[in-house]
C-alpha cells in the first residue's frame, strides 16, 4: 500500500487530524505499511505533502495546525 493511501485510511478509520508519526505508529500496528527506512514518518509526510502540492485543492489532505512540530494532516472535506 502507498504511504499517501495509508494515511487516507489511517485518518479515516481514527477520524481526527494526527502527525505523521501517529499515522505511521497506527498503519504499522495495523499491518498496513512495512517501513522500509529509518525515518518512515517523514517519508509519509512527504509523501502527503507531494499529494496536497501536485493537486491543490482536489488533494484529499490539508495540513492543520501552526508550526514545525504541531502541524497535522487532516482529510479536505468536499466542497
Not at 40 to 63: C, E, Y
Request: glycine fraction near 6%; charge should be positive.
Amino acid at each position: 500500500m502507498k504511504l499517501s493511501d495509508a494515511a487516507e485510511k489511517v485518518l479515516r478509520k481514527v477520524g481526527r487530524p494526527m502527525h505523521s508519526k501517529e499515522i505511521v505508529d497506527y498503519a504499522t500496528t495495523q499491518g498496513w505499511i512495512i517501513p522500509k527506512s529509518e525515518t518512515p514518518h517523514h517519508s509519509l509526510q512527504v509523501a502527503v505533502w507531494t499529494d496536497i502540492q501536485k493537486n491543490g485543492s482536489r488533494s484529499r489532505f490539508r495540513m492543520v495546525g501552526q508550526g514545525t512540530f504541531h502541524r497535522r494532516f487532516w482529510l479536505r472535506q468536499p466542497d
